[in-house]
């Protein structure tokens, strides 16, 4: 693979996308800085395909990044692979107000062919490839130039790497037949609403308790005001106030500007600085909540009860049963809320739907109805149909062997994997 250690003008970097456009895939990682900053500082892009890699110095002066944008949010033809790759998405949608695609997530497509939740990137590459990465690079300040051999050197690794690992793990989906499992996924991730920052919805990521509509009204108003006082300072929203501060001041509106020196989390100079003054007009011109914004009452949590929170837990050990079986994420499989969901009653679910219902839903809604049954055979946790266990009771009865042997339909367990797909993962 031909490695361009780091490019700094535009026609470099157009020759080089130029190129890119014509393969089928490339993988693509990048370099930020945001610890200090609302926005993200975007220090590096790297890119490669199967046959060439390079960095992309976003900050080297006059430097247009034109062609490699267009290549990621406008060339439908080449699939563009990450790993853990929201914020990468994030930082090319603030870009463009655009999102890559066609899209491929490898930490994602593990949980298709694994037991992985959230797979780390040092993980896959010693898994897949059997290397170790030199992590000292990781934690160094991309922002400062000029940038060492080395940072650049695992900069671009991230991405060598993950073109050697991509066709092995699509190989893998296709031996499996679970890359069909992944499309709605991988078009999750790259939908734009996950990232098109909208003040106005900032307060549904606040924890709040209670359904009151002012109060809720209240915190729709500080969580927006904040939002806009750290985009127009550039800093943390959390340099600006904390969710719990929020949370409170809207609980507990303060009746005076003075009185913000006695909130937590906020500092005495609030009592009578301009910052202090316009949370202030904030809290008086704050509307209550409308009916249709109030969120939605679900029957998570309390509605299910004693009986009902057993019928979750059962579901639970039944997903574990059912992810280890397939060699799949339980993740993938099913969410907590909509196992909870399944046994208070709803029917509406993505469990229910497709794949999933294929796979887990089915038995899933066994179990609820009482179709459904665990035992243990030599030792190991099985799931079986009522029925199945009466027939095969009774065929051991008839047949006058013990109920400790193997049922008949018991698979075998498994033996080493010697297969090409354990070679792939070599």
Partial sequence: MKIHKLITTTDALADLCGRLAQADFVCVDTEFMRE????????????????EAAAIDPKAPGLDMSPLLDLLVDNEDVL?????????VEIIYNLTGK????????????????????????????????????????????SRR????????????????????????????????RGEWLDAEMEKLADPENYRNDPGSAWQRIKAAGRNPAVLGRLKALAAWREYEAQDKNLPRGRIARDETLADIASHPPKAQADLAKVRGLSAGWKDNDIGKRLMNTLTNAKPLSDEEMPPRTPRGAPLGKEGALVADLLKLLLKIR??????????????????????????LPILEGWRYEVFGHDALDLVEGKLAFA??????????????????????????SPDAPLANEPEAPADDTSDDAQDGE
């Fill in 323 to 348: 992810a280890r079986e397939i060699d799949v994420s339980a993740r993938l499989l099913a969410r907590t809320d909509d196992l909870e969901l399944l046994a208070a009653g709803v029917r509406k």
């Fill in 376 to 401: 243990v055979v030599k030792g190991r946790l099985r799931m079986t149909h009522i029925d199945e266990i009466h027939e095969e009771m009774r065929s051991l009865a008839a047949a006058g062997v």
């Fill in 146 to 177: 000029p940038l060492t051999e080395r940072q650049i050197e695992y900069a671009i690794g991230d991405v060598t790497h993950l073109a050697k690992i991509f066709p092995k793990i699509l190989n893998r989906l296709k031996k499996t037949r």
């Fill in 99 to 142: 999102t890559p695609h066609p899209i491929f997530d490898t930490q994602i497509a593990m949980m298709a062919i694994s037991q992985s939740e959230q797979i780390g990137y040092s993980n896959l590459v010693e898994s897949w490839l059997g290397l170790q990465i030199d992590k000292g690079a990781r934690f160094t300040d991309w």
């Fill in 36 to 51: 200090n900053t609302y926005w993200p500082e975007l220090c590096l892009i790297q890119i490669a395909d199967t046959q």
């Fill in 80 to 88: 563009k692979i990450f790993h853990a790759g929201g914020q990468d």
